[in-house]
């Protein structure tokens, strides 16, 4: 952890240099990239929070629903991990307005990234709680615990502690693939980068800005995730060897 | 009407065509990736800190960067020093660079699987590390590692729609020509999602079987 900030602090720290020493005139397109890094934090924002949201519905109802609806989470999970994202944004974009569903790019991009994460994250929840050792459910059934008091109470608290790294890195995943919304028109950073490059061709110092902002966005999520992974595992007497 | 089976025929064996395009750039870009990312697992465990610490960051920071932009700044800032890459080489480039970067990782952890003692030995034998590397350590990190590798392959196949972006006619692109041209988008998109689908799918199951059967084969 220590070692990887230092490097993301070396890397940004060698590009602020060359960016102050070598190329005044950053002024010009770094406000223009500021703009959309905001684009592309709220688009991880909201996809991230959707990816939960799906993860967690398609994994309870892959392990508890009746058999119909257990076929519908399959095929959610089946047909989003096994497509590309970049089909999923496009098909939503270009397909839904043929079904009268017109949305804004925004909502289109939120919910595409939202559904693509969320298939890959509905493995990672089932795979949690399956690893919550089969003792600690018998152990509520002993308790005369109902089985939702042992879901809430014994299994999740344990559960979420496991599911964070791996959560980390599909926010990371889910950061990057924003960039693909800059291919249906949204001015994220992607976009402004390739707006800015043809406006001042300065295309080393944007495209190396550009890959920096990005490795800086992912490294707060490395930290935040590590931070609740500390938190969530307090008490509990597991945790990293 | 929300499907047209006429047009769907009739775009069919163009989009057959352009898959062609698309499955060459995962083949040559995994190519690429597996044996980049082997140089990257060995350089990174390398003794010498000033091989060591600058490749961690460099695999930090591909890992952590969207492909996209790596496929521009390929494809935009190579030419800047010199280095004027056609669209499809660049796009191989920037997937290998990528994937490789992935796949390092997975080397690492089939590397650092390796008994200390197995080190000990070649260097009683007075092995030198080019050949402790190719006749004792690679031969027994790469086959338990194959199955990791193989989920790289399929993710990689699935990134390739990304090489739309710098032009080269690959299955995304034709179906965005072809929708522009017809002003209909449905039946192209749709097809390339199923083209994808039943391709992973089909790799999937090939990557279980080469699983089974290593284990079969290494006697497990």
């Known amino acids: 952890m220590l070692q990887r900030s230092l490097v993301v602090c070396a890397i940004l720290a060698f590009t602020a240099g060359i960016v102050v020493a070598t190329f005044a005139d950053f002024r010009v397109f770094l406000p223009g990239l500021l703009d959309g890094a905001a684009i592309t934090i709220e688009i991880t924002l909201g996809g991230c929070l959707l990816a939960v949201a799906m993860a967690l519905i398609a994994a309870a109802a892959k392990m508890y629903g009746p058999a119909p609806v257990r076929w519908l989470a399959v095929g959610y999970i089946e047909v989003f991990r096994g497509t590309s994202a970049l089909v999923q944004l496009f098909w939503l974009f270009f397909v839904l307005p043929h079904f009268g569903i017109l949305l804004e790019p925004i909502t289109v991009a939120i919910v595409a990234l939202g559904l693509n994460v969320g298939a890959y994250g509905a493995e990672v929840v089932r795979g949690a709680i399956n690893a919550v050792p089969r003792g600690q459910w018998e152990a509520t059934v002993a308790l005369n615990m109902t089985r939702m008091e042992a879901l809430r109470r014994v299994i999740l608290p344990q559960a979420v502690v496991a599911m964070i790294p791996p959560w980390g890195n599909l926010f990371i995943e889910l950061l990057k693939a924003t960039a693909l919304v800059s291919l249906i028109t949204i001015s994220d950073l992607a976009f402004k980068a390739q707006q800015m490059n043809q406006t001042t061709y300065r295309t080393v110092e944007i495209f190396t800005i550009v890959l920096v902002i990005y490795l800086a966005i992912a490294t707060l999520i490395t930290i935040g995730m590590r931070t609740l992974e500390h938190l969530a595992s307090r008490g509990l007497s597991r945790g990293r060897a | ?220």
């Open chain 2, 1 to 220: 009407m929300f499907w047209d089976w006429s047009y769907s025929w009739e775009i069919l064996p163009i989009l057959a065509r352009a898959s062609i395009i698309t499955i060459e750039a995962t083949v040559l870009g995994f190519a690429l990736a597996a044996t980049f990312g082997l140089l990257l697992a060995v350089m990174r465990m390398s003794q010498a800190a000033w091989i060591s610490v600058p490749t961690a960051g460099f695999v930090e920071f591909v890992r952590s960067t969207p492909l996209l932009i790596q496929i521009f700044f390929i494809y935009f800032v190579l030419p800047e020093f010199g280095v004027t890459l056609g669209a499809m080489t660049a796009g191989i480039l920037a997937l290998g660079m990528h994937y490789g970067s992935y796949c390092s990782e997975v080397y690492r952890a089939g590397l650092e699987n390796i008994p200390r003692g197995q080190w000990e030995a070649s260097t009683a034998l007075n092995l030198s590390p080019y050949h402790t590397f190719r006749d004792i350590i690679i031969p027994q990190a790469i086959p338990p590692v194959v199955p990791a590798l193989g989920n790289y392959f399929v993710a990689l196949f699935k990134e390739t729609p990304l090489l739309s972006a710098i032009a080269v006619l690959e299955l995304m692109q034709t179906a965005k020509i072809l929708g522009s041209e017809n002003f209909r988008y449905t039946e192209p998109i749709t097809l390339v999602g199923v083209f994808f689908l039943v391709f992973s799918l089909i790799a999937a199951a090939g990557v279980r079987r080469v699983e089974y059967w290593l284990k079969y084969r290494r006697g497990g």
